[in-house]
């Protein structure tokens, strides 16, 4: 067949590139950060694309391309080694000028073959291996790429690191980053009359996201709160890795695989956009990034919190492949709450959920109002419940001081104290049956909690749950009423 070069690219930074923002301009400078690193990751792959002698090809072709990674492969021969490694150099060099440090760019290639025409397996090194040894081999090669960040700047551009910067009249600090540089440049006055100076990338994100801004019509984050809570969601797919080191037996179906993940995340044709666009959520909230296997979005709290449970239910029917999930976690903040730390509150809880173990299986979960709860049974027990105590308030006069007792019990258990909460559970629900025993509605909840359902300890962080996100929800709505 021929020897090849399985190539790779991998930006670093990503999280902390789009998050780290002042509240100015923030919806726009969100979402043009997030179009920018999908246009910088293609542009990159297009470079090698173009080199010469590479055989032409098209963007369906590559094997993966989205969240800030590419994989292509490409004949292996001196000249197209020699092109890969000046792409290195420069793109590092750009990135380095451009962002400061913020973002870097890892750049790989194995060399290989097919064992044969089916390509089911390779050889590396002599040594023959499943498709997945591609995607290891590279892996590996990133992380200690990772761990040896700009070594080639720091060689030959030592003191672009190093020297003391000196402070001149032209120093300004950048509004959305807060970098020093006397390269800002003015961005035109905010709605106080304060001039806003940001470094020139940052300028060029906002006008992509102003652009954007005027082809989708999207918010600011305190009109997506709308008098109520900001949401601030992100989730990560499960078993990624995995599965692309070892999940298929076959490069065609590594391709299948990654088209189906491109059409899914696309924010702006695909599955992903297809969600959002629903009556429910299209007013209310904002897909601000959605790449390879990241979701990051923002809106009203309760619609955020419905979207990342429909977004993973058909994801998981979507793909249709065992192990690979949705892992989420959802921040609920002040409208005003600074956006920057709002997305590091969602990563946090983001990393709950992918910790979190559920009957001897991590991940797939989701983290919200300081719980976890397992997306397999967990989720939809805690929704049951929190519909039915908004329900029977609302229609049947059930009084809202039962959320705060089921949230109180809820935290005995969690603090380990006595059993006192079993027998104050009983005593509790008890005299509230007595005294609504004319409303059979209310009765019937109340005995299936008492007799069903907290007769088991680990149902009371879920019950718990449920009343705390019941009492939020109507508490909203009583605010936007």
Known sequence: MGQLLFVGGDLSGI????????????????????????????KVCNRIWNIKDVQSSTEKDWIYCSGGKFYLQVPDTKSIRESIETIKSEVS?????????????????????????????????????????????????????????????????????????????????????????????????????????????????VELG???????????????????????????????????IDGFPSMDEYKSFSKKLDIFFDAEGGNLFQIKKQDKYKDDMNIVYAGGDDIFAVGRWDIVVDFAAEVRNKFVSYVNKEGVSLSGGVAIVGEKFPIAKSAELAGEAEDAAKSYEYKGKKKNAFCFLGETVSWNEEFEYVLNYKKQFVSLINNFGLSRGILHKMMTYSEMVKENMTLSYMWHTV????????????????????????????VKKENFRLVGLAARWAELELRSKSINN
């Open 15 to 42: 999280q902390k590139f789009i998050y780290n923002i002042s509240s100015k301009k923030a919806m726009v400078s969100l979402k043009g950060r997030s179009a920018y690193l999908k246009q910088y990751t293609e």
């Open 93 to 205: 060099s750009q990135i380095w000028i451009e962002h400061n440090g913020q973002l870097g760019i890892n750049i790989g290639y194995v060399s290989f073959d097919y064992t044969n025409n089916k390509k089911e397996s390779v050889i590396i090194d002599g040594k023959e291996g499943s498709i997945g040894l591609l995607w290891k081999v590279l892996t590996e090669q990133f992380q200690e790429m990772k761990n040896q960040k700009f070594i080639n700047l720091l060689i030959g551009q030592y003191d672009d690191f190093f020297e003391v910067k000196k402070i001149g009249e032209k120093q300004k600090v950048c509004a959305i980053t807060g970098v020093e540089s006397e390269d800002c440049v003015k961005l035109v006055k905010d709605n106080d009359g304060d001039e806003i100076w940001v470094l020139p990338s940052v300028k060029k994100q």
């Open 210 to 244: 102003q652009q954007l801004r005027e082809k989708f019509h999207f918010k600011t984050l305190e009109e997506y709160a709308n008098g109520s809570y900001l949401g601030v969601l992100r989730m990560d797919v499960d078993g990624l890795g995995k599965v692309f």
């Open 427 to 454: 005593y509790y629900l008890t005299r509230f049956i007595e005294a609504n025993k004319k409303k059979q509605e209310i009765v019937s909840f109340c005995k299936d909690l008492r007799d069903k359902q907290l």
